[in-house]
């Protein structure tokens, strides 16, 4: 069974830094395309950042020039470094895996709080 198992989220202040990790494990193969969502209370879930299997990356206007995001496709792993947190980063950030396949998978959430 596919699992991703997010960590690094918690309360941080203002300009503060966090680092996510995603590890993906349980047989999934040939991922494709991995990323960062997040959805703040009372809105949609939004898209962060994401990177292909080749290294080419995406970035929301609201991250570009603070968030980068890398992967490590020996691990399975991708990564989100959040630089200059402001109070509007707050949110539950979730992993996304999507593979060759075309399967998605998605991680339970990990809370970031920056506080003012």
């Known amino acids: 069974q596919v699992r991703l198992v997010e960590s690094g989220g918690g309360l941080v202040q203002a300009g503060g830094s966090l680092r996510l990790s995603c590890a993906a494990s349980?047989?999934?193969?040939?991922?494709?395309?991995m990323g960062w969502y997040r959805q703040a209370p009372g809105k949609q879930r939004e898209l962060v950042a994401a990177?292909?299997?080749?290294?080419?990356?995406n970035y929301a206007d609201s991250a570009k020039g603070r968030f980068t995001i890398s992967r490590d496709n020996a691990k399975n792993t991708v990564y989100l470094e959040m630089n200059s947190l402001k109070p509007e980063d707050t949110a539950v950030y979730y992993c996304?895996?999507?593979?060759?396949?075309?399967?998605?998978?998605w991680g339970q959430g990990t809370q970031v709080t920056v506080s003012s």
């Open positions: 990177i292909t299997s080749g290294g080419s990356t």
């Open positions: 349980g047989g999934i193969f040939s991922i494709a395309a």
């Open positions: 996304n895996v999507g593979t060759r396949r075309g399967y998605v998978y």
